[in-house]
């Protein structure tokens, strides 16, 4: 018998669909206007995350940094996400016990805008071995949030949040189709 995992990375797909297992080891905290907190698996309407979040991140010593994505990979839509992982944000070079108006942002926020089903959110925070140059994709659609790890030597990821989102008159809970 099968253990189920109560990891909310494990149950919303998270893990398996975009990243490989791995172990929190940074806290994240990500904060939209009027204090609309991320948290695992909770919800966001488009209205709540039209600017970019407040992003703090963990750490003890400033001169160990950090790369942020925020990748989409339900998009166009849950059902045929063709342009699985869209991504959303980049910012790199992060000092630990900072945020991200501490880092450069390589790839400017665009808020997610869902247009049919349950859209999963995901904020990826790697380590980077050291000051990085990393230039930004030719594209937004179809990144893939593990080969940009192994091209830029980041490994694994050390945190990740996420959030569902849908159109603003969205209702419903997201399947799971197995």
Excluded at 29 to 52: C, T
Aim: aromatic residues 8%; contains cysteine; glycine residues 8%.
């Amino acid at each position: 018998m099968r253990m189920k995992s109560s990891n909310p990375l494990v149950v919303g797909n998270v893990i398996g669909d975009v990243l490989d297992p791995f172990t929190n080891s940074v806290t994240l905290k990500i904060v939209y206007e009027n204090n609309k907190e991320v948290m695992n698996s909770g919800e966001l309407k488009p209205s709540q995350i039209v600017n970019p979040p407040r992003v703090q991140v963990g750490g003890n010593d400033f001169r160990t940094l950090y790369t942020l994505v925020m990748v989409n990979p339900d998009a166009r839509s849950p059902c045929q996400p063709h342009m699985r992982e869209y991504l959303n944000w980049m910012v790199t070079n992060i000092p630990a016990t900072t945020g991200t108006t501490f880092g450069q942002e390589i790839v400017s926020y665009e808020s997610p805008r869902p247009t049919s089903g349950i859209h999963r959110i995901i904020f990826v925070l790697f380590q980077q071995p050291c000051r990085h140059t990393i230039l930004p994709p030719g594209w937004r659609q179809n990144f893939i949030t593990r080969d940009f790890a192994e091209i830029y030597n980041l490994g694994s990821p050390v945190a990740a949040l996420y959030y569902n989102c849908q159109r603003e008159n969205g209702c419903g809970g997201r399947r799971m189709i197995k």
